[in-house]
């Protein structure tokens, strides 16, 4: 399990090193994190590769209720191999 405190909350979270069985619960706590710290748009970098990142990603994202919305990143910040997440504020 990837420990969240080692990570740098800085509404960027690139998952190419993790084992998809972490991210689940990765992205969830990431997500916290960055509310806490009043980070409202979050760009998760999954790949582009069969899309296994990419599904586990968008279905914690439509699983939290603290996800105002998400969507594919333009060309410019990853295309298909990232995704946008807008935060509500707390």
Not at 20 to 43: A, F, G, H, M, T
Request: charged letters at 25%; hydrophobic letters at 45%; one cysteine or more.
């Amino acid at each position: 399990m990837a420990d969240i405190k080692k990570l740098p909350i800085d509404g960027t979270l690139d998952l190419h090193t993790f084992h998809p069985s972490d991210v689940r619960d990765l992205v969830k706590n990431y997500l916290i994190e960055c509310q806490k710290i009043r980070i409202y748009r979050v760009r998760i970098i999954h790949g582009k590769g069969a899309g296994v990142l990419r599904e586990i990603v968008h279905s914690v994202l439509s699983d939290l209720s603290f996800v105002a919305q998400f969507q594919l990143a333009d060309e410019r910040e990853g295309a298909w191999g990232a995704t946008l997440a807008n935060l509500k504020s707390i």
